[in-house]
């Protein structure tokens, strides 16, 4: 196959939306170079993406972790691009919100340090979260990529399973944002909200399966989707894709297509997928929780991208997706 774009580097290979990516760019002509963590005892099956189309010709797999910053060198050195997507998540909190964000900032600053020591990286693309904008408290209906979250309100409002979370990634994009203008290297964030769709990595995403449960019948995440922002995992990659070709790329990119509340998000369901005990939306009129602003992708839709997936296609391929691999 023709090295049509040129060599760029994907980390953390293995999750939901990297190893979507890594699928996009081997079909737009992309030779993609994977970072993966160490696997000591050899148990780890990679044949999803060891068997994508184009793979063999084109997917090089490295061996690196976040805590060992210095072993990403060998995957970016000849990357003219590289897009970090790797990050520590830990929604069983077994450690603290301390390491967690002290790992994720080291492990993202050495890869950045990794792309200017290559002399060949013109961009990075850093896969933050709507987490870091929307935590803040703020009474609006709509948010773009001015705000941030706040990580005092984080502190004392969310739960211990998603405080973390925000906070880590909130201070990570931070960090590598400014280490980028710093050291005049280019970095740009994008934002997804809810990513939802199909997904060929082993591990059934979290997102995904918060997004379906009213389909499977998860009451304890029905307070997640009272006001649901959501991306096909497809537009993600693609968004990525964009802002690291898209010449006056700059800053962070919100990216969300669809926003729905939680009566329509059943009544949306009922209708499409009458096979499935999708609860009345009357039944939900009591769900207490946190109602999050919408999130403003103008700002990415105004360089020119456009969404290919709408709310049907987003959810068809979710559940196609999970009644293959067996979660429904």
Known sequence: ????????????????????????????????????RPDSENTRDLGFLTSLP?????LKVFTADLSDPLSFDAAIEGCKGVFHVATPIDFENKVSQEIITERAISGRLGILKACLKSGTVKRVVYTSSASTVLCNGQDVEMMDESFW???DFAKEKLTPKFRSYVIS?????????????????????VLPTFVVGPF????????????LALVLGNHSEYSFLLNMSMVHVDDVARAHIFVLEYPNAKGRYNCSSHMISLEKLSEFLGDRYPEFPIPAPESLAGIKGVISPGLSSKKLL???????????????DAINCCKKKGYL
């Open 169 to 189: 990634k909130t201070m990570t994009e931070r960090a590598a944002l400014e280490f980028g203008e710093q050291h005049g290297l280019e970095v740009v964030t």
């Open 302 to 316: 105004d360089t020119g991208f456009k969404y290919n997936y709408g709310l049907e296609e987003i959810f068809d």
């Open 149 to 151: 979250s706040d990580l």
């Open 200 to 211: 060929i990595c082993p591990k059934f995403p979290d997102s995904v399966r918060s997004s």
């Open 1 to 36: 196959m023709e090295d049509v774009k040129g060599t760029v580097c994907v980390t953390g290979g293995t999750g939901f939306i990297a190893s979507w990516l890594i699928k996009r760019l081997l079909v737009e002509g992309y030779t993609v170079h994977t970072t993966v």
């Open 54 to 58: 184009g793979a063999v010709e084109k």
